[in-house]
């Protein structure tokens, strides 16, 4: 079956072609497609039966014919060659090179759909990653082994975000920093420059692999790009015991890319004409984070999704926040007012925090103090909101402080540099300072001895 | 019935000759043996869901019938595992195929070699005549669970022999049955039932107690009978997954099936790693020890998550029919209709709402309508009490599964975004949330409790429906348009949100509050609440009211005393009325 080239295909349309008449192929077979210019194509099978195959065609069914087209079915899925010199090199969506440089020989090849972990075999993740920012620190702490995405705009700097997470991550009373897999779909060219060269200045380029498709490379190659990039970060974490950040940007151009491919097919169409398969399709991606039983590796997770218009109900942003643990979500209006990182507070969220964070991880008081800010700053906005209504004037004393609390916590607690590595303690202080701008007894959420210990109240100063 | 081949692959639905084939039986498909299920007919052709990846099957291999529709292994062994949706053990996956799951591996669910201690029911005798549901003998399952050996239903005939006490395997004869219509049969510690068939019970019963979760705003405001059915809506991030791992670590139930349903990996390990450790406030037992997992995550194939629920309402109902009280959560209710959804549109079946086929509201009724409390066919009482998450797409309850679920269930605890926001968990909406389970609740906290619950209850959701209305105005005008007795009443109930409504999981002294101090923090804030108000008719100041030191200690009183400590609420309660007989002295005495 392999070596036999079929030719005459029945119809090629939207990205997908079709051929009679070819018995016995396996769905999910990986294809070879020579188009009249000779120039190669890869495809996939995506129903088979005995009368009619349907390959989906990764570069597109542009310019090709009925006639002068000749197909392989290779008798194989797809499949990403392994080996150590992943690390510093640069792939397109199913692992071939894209530097220039020779592609990776390993008799090790993994098939790049991976199998489901099974639940049992997963270890919980409980080790806090200080990322030296305070907006996720603080407060929507991230651990070894989550997946986190960043919740987005056009226009916001979620880049910029990316990069400083990337750069400052590492584990408290560790030295060995992470190594990164850096999966791009649907990226524009400056964008890919800007992280390129973030990883140069820093020196880590060797310990970075890359999976790149840009904005005009052809979209179906999304669909399978960032299960080839998972399967490397599987390999160098779980065979060679490293710890793996994957950065998956931008997850809405990839899910527009299912879109697209699903209306072609006539899959019946929810929300926004979405398929009603975009849950699972993605949960088979963001559920390959995390840590294995016995394994010294891991994978956390940092996608970025930008949600259209602003939207966070959208389908991509609403079914991700529904997989993954949690969500940096970015504020448009704090992003305005030229507050860097602008994380956008209250529908933030990391679920695995709980566990990495307190007495033995960052400081005892942790927890609640997240909570407490939490609480006070979702009050805190309340009152700005009636203080545009009323007037400030018009608002009781407590009221008032409240209003302070919202404009220190934004200017002192969120706000920090791009380049600004701030230690946990640090952020816990100043987290402090804030709450001192508050009489104790609204602060339900903190412990009696919390207050005596950290609080520096002095009855409005 | 004999084989056939495969015509057409199309992910997870399979297409195959094979006529006189029914629907419902299981097969065993291609050449590594995937496990399928026949969901429709269309002349000769079958058309097959496969619980497993369809990668690289192709048309022309074998389908092989197996001769039986999806069942459950029933028997001791259950409790304490985790199963996948078609009950694959996956503790013995794990062991012998490493960390993935791999395809085509078939285990039986419960283990053959483990030898159970039997103890046949005295009162039995040869030559007596038995039927389904009689209990045949007892097996300690685990320290905290007694499992009882049941006459498997639509048995009935002559006993002939019955074992002696001694220690079994699940497939030794532990009986025999002469039957009128199929001869003498054995029987044995182990059973199969259909898992898409109700068991049979001999009558239903209202609900009459309720489920004790010890979080409050469950209990105490929107309560659920035990055979009762609940729902949990919530967008993402709300709190449905924590809530529910609330209530199977503190529900008075005898026994949990948890199902996660479509849903995160890491849940289920943080169950499999903590429960082990936590001990149940009833027994004093491990909560592992009445705790049973089914675990088909978000990247496990999407059929078996249909079958996952099924399974786990039969595991309830088996033990239910035990005479157990038991408790199935299910993990979103909403993958598993997104399951039927995704079938069904590769079935090319016409779409109503949203891409869901028309079946949907009743295949949902009909799932829930498997709970209820019973009079077992052995002459028992037991209960299955089926709780469901619901995870609307944008958090919109007006989507099908949510609208749908309403109809159908009598508790409903609505969980709200903004609520969860401001970290204000559980975040169960005191406006959106329904019980009508209200007056049945009634009568047992009313007996076991107190009898003035009802009305305090009443006068919180009361209090609480006030100041929603008022914060329009202050919202509008400012709180300074507010009467005195209007900022009381703000202020008293941002006490009860913070008192009694808000409940941290992660609190240790607080994550269970027993029914007694649930009341007894009630009451305080009533009785404050009511004493307040009488304060203010007669002229003192709020500002007065929100400095009593009793105040403050009430907003942490349900972490800083105990489920035990009754009686430093009980003293509380004194010093509260003591300060403010004392204020009102005060003013009198200042003003005359
Ligand atoms: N009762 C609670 N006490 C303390 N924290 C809670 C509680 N409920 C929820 N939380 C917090 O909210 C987070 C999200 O809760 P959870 O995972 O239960 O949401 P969910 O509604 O199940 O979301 P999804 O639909 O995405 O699964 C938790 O990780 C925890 O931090
Ligand atoms: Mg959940």
Redesign the interface.
């Known amino acids: 079956m392999k070596e036999k080239e079929y030719r005459y295909a029945a119809a090629a349309r939207t990205g997908l072609l079709f051929l009679k008449g070819v018995p016995g192929v396996a769905f999910g077979d990986r294809v070879s497609i020579r188009d009249r210019h000779g120039r190669k194509r890869n495809g996939q099978v995506i129903l088979s039966s005995e009368e009619l195959v349907m390959v989906q065609v990764l570069e597109g069914t542009d310019d090709l014919n009925l006639d002068d087209t000749w197909v392989r079915f290779l008798d194989q899925p797809f499949e990403l060659a392994l080996s150590p010199d992943l690390l510093g090199r640069v792939f397109n969506g199913i692992g071939e090179p894209r530097d220039e440089r020779p592609p990776i020989i390993s008799r090790l090849r993994r098939n790049v759909n991976g199998e489901p972990v099974n639940p049992v075999a997963r270890a919980y993740p409980r080790e806090f990653i200080q990322t030296g920012i305070s907006a996720i620190d603080g407060l929507n702490s991230l651990v070894r082994g989550q997946k986190l995405p960043i919740f987005s705009g056009s226009g916001l700097p979620h880049n910029r975000l990316v990069a400083q997470i990337v750069r400052q991550s590492r584990l408290l009373g560790e030295e060995s920093r992470f190594v990164v897999v850096f999966a791009a779909m649907g990226l524009s060219y400056a964008d890919a420059r800007f992280f390129r060269e973030d990883f140069e200045n820093n020196g880590v380029l060797g310990n970075v692999a890359m999976f790149i498709n840009l904005a005009d490379d052809p979209p179906i190659e999304r669909l399978i790009l960032p299960r080839t990039a998972l399967t490397a970060a599987e390999y160098l974490a779980f065979d060679l015991d490293l710890h793996v950040l994957v950065v998956l940007t931008d997850m809405t151009y990839y899910a527009e890319a299912l879109r697209e491919v699903a209306t072609a097919k006539g899959d019946v169409p929810t929300r926004k004409g979405y398929p009603g398969y975009l849950y699972s399709d993605m949960a088979e991606i963001y559920e390959r984070a995390g840590r294995v039983h016995k394994r010294h590796g891991s994978i956390t997770m940092v996608p970025v999704v930008s949600m259209p218009s602003d939207d966070i109900t959208h389908p991509i942003p609403d079914l991700t926040g529904y997989i993954t643990e949690g969500q940096i979500v970015l504020s448009r209006e704090l992003n305005n007012q030229n507050l860097y990182p602008p994380v956008n507070i209250p529908p933030s969220l990391s679920r695995l925090m709980k566990d990495g964070i307190g007495k033995d991880d960052t400081r005892e008081d942790h927890p609640r103090v997240a909570s407490q800010l939490y609480a006070a700053y979702a009050r805190a906005l309340e009152v700005r909101n009636l203080a545009s209504i009323i007037g400030r004037d018009e608002l009781p004393d407590l009221d008032r402080r409240y209003l302070d609390f919202a404009d220190q916590f934004e200017q002192r607690f969120l706000a920090q540099g791009p380049d600004e590595d701030r230690s946990v303690i640090q952020t816990l202080n100043i987290a402090w300072e804030l709450l001192s701008l508050l009489p104790g007894e609204v602060l339900s959420r903190v412990s009696e001895t919390d207050l005596a210990r950290y609080h520096d109240w002095e009855g409005g100063k | 019935m004999k084989s056939g081949r495969i015509?057409?692959?199309?992910?997870p639905l399979v297409?195959a000759r094979l006529p006189g084939i029914a629907n419902g039986e299981q097969l065993r498909v291609g050449e590594l043996g995937l496990t399928g299920e026949v969901i429709g007919l269309d002349g000769e052709r079958a058309l097959i869901q496969v619980y497993e990846?369809?990668?690289?099957?192709?048309?022309?291999e074998e389908v092989v019938p197996l001769g039986h529709p999806l069942s459950a292994e029933l028997g001791p062994g259950l409790l304490g595992g985790?199963f996948d949706g078609v009950q694959r053990p996956?503790?013995a996956?794990?062991e012998s195929?490493?960390?993935?799951?791999?395809?085509g591996l078939a285990l039986p669910a419960l283990d053959r070699k483990k030898h159970w201690d039997f103890i046949p029911e005295a009162s039995l005798r040869a030559g007596q005549e038995i039927r389904g549901g009689m209990v045949l003998g007892r097996v300690q399952e685990t320290e905290a669970v007694e499992h009882r050996i049941l006459v498997p239903p639509g048995i009935k005939g002559e006993l002939m022999e019955l074992a002696g006490a001694g220690r079994y395997t699940l497939e030794q004869t532990i009986a025999r049955v002469r039957t009128p219509l199929k001869g003498i049969q054995g029987l044995s510690l182990l059973q199969r039932w259909p898992v898409r068939q109700p068991r049979p019970y001999a009558r239903r019963d209202d609900g009459i107690a309720p489920l004790l979760t010890g979080q409050r705003i469950l209990d105490t405001f929107f309560p659920l009978l035990k055979g009762g059915k609940g729902a949990i809506p919530g967008?993402?991030?709300a709190g449905k997954t924590m809530l529910q791992q609330q209530i199977a670590r503190w529900t008075n139930a005898d026994i949990v099936i948890y199902v996660?349903c479509?849903e995160?990996?890491?849940e289920?390990?943080?169950i499999?790693?903590s429960f082990p450790e936590l001990t149940d406030p009833y027994s004093g037992r491990s909560l592992m020890e009445r705790t049973l997992l089914v675990?088909n995550?978000?990247?496990?194939?999407?059929v078996a998550r249909e079958a996952s629920i099924y399974l786990g309402v039969t595991l309830a109902e088996y033990y239910r029919d035990q005479g157990h009280d038991v408790v199935m959560l299910a993990d979103s209710t909403s993958?598993w209709a997104?399951a039927l959804?995704?079938v069904a549109?590769r079935l090319g079946q016409m779409?109503v709402e949203?891409?869901y086929p028309a079946y949907l509201a009743s295949r949902l009724a009909a799932f829930y309508e498997r709970a209820g409390r019973v009079d077992t066919l052995g002459g028992d009482s037991g209960s299955v009490t089926l709780i469901g998450a619901v995870?609307p797409?944008?958090?919109?309850f007006s989507e099908p599964v949510t609208n749908h679920t309403k109809d159908i269930i009598q508790t409903f605890w609505a969980l709200s975004?903004s609520l969860a926001?401001?970290?204000?968990y559980p975040s169960v909406s005191w406006t959106e949330s329904f019980s009508d389970a209200v007056e049945a609740a009634a009568r047992w906290w009313s007996r076991e409790i107190s009898p003035a619950w009802q009305a305090r209850r009443a006068q919180a959701l009361d209090l609480l429906a006030r100041a929603e209305e008022l914060s329009r105005i202050?919202?509008?005008?400012?709180?300074?348009a507010l009467s005195p007795a209007q900022r009381w009443s703000v202020e008293a109930a941002s006490l009860v949100r913070?008192a009694l409504l808000q409940q941290?999981a992660?609190d240790e002294v607080d994550s269970y509050c027993s029914p007694q101090k649930q009341f007894a923090l009630l009451d305080l804030a009533m009785s404050l609440y009511q004493r307040g108000g009488e304060l203010i008719d007669n002229q003192v100041p709020v500002s007065a009211l929100l400095q009593l030191p009793a105040l403050?200690r009430l907003?942490?009183a349900k972490n800083s005393y105990g489920n035990e400590q009754l009686d430093a609420l009980a003293r509380l309660k004194e010093d509260m009325q003591d300060q403010l007989d004392k204020l009102a002295r005060d003013y009198r005495e200042g003003r005359s």
């Open positions: 015509i057409e692959v199309n992910g297409q990846s369809t990668e690289m099957l192709r048309p022309g985790i996956l503790r996956i794990m195929a490493g960390e993935h799951i791999p395809r967008p993402f991030g996660g479509g995160r990996g890491n289920l390990v943080d499999l790693e675990a995550t978000s990247n496990m194939p999407v993958r997104e959804r995704e549109g779409p949203e891409g995870s797409p944008g958090g919109d975004k926001d401001a970290r204000h202050i919202n509008l005008v400012g709180v300074e913070e941290s992660l403050a907003r942490r």
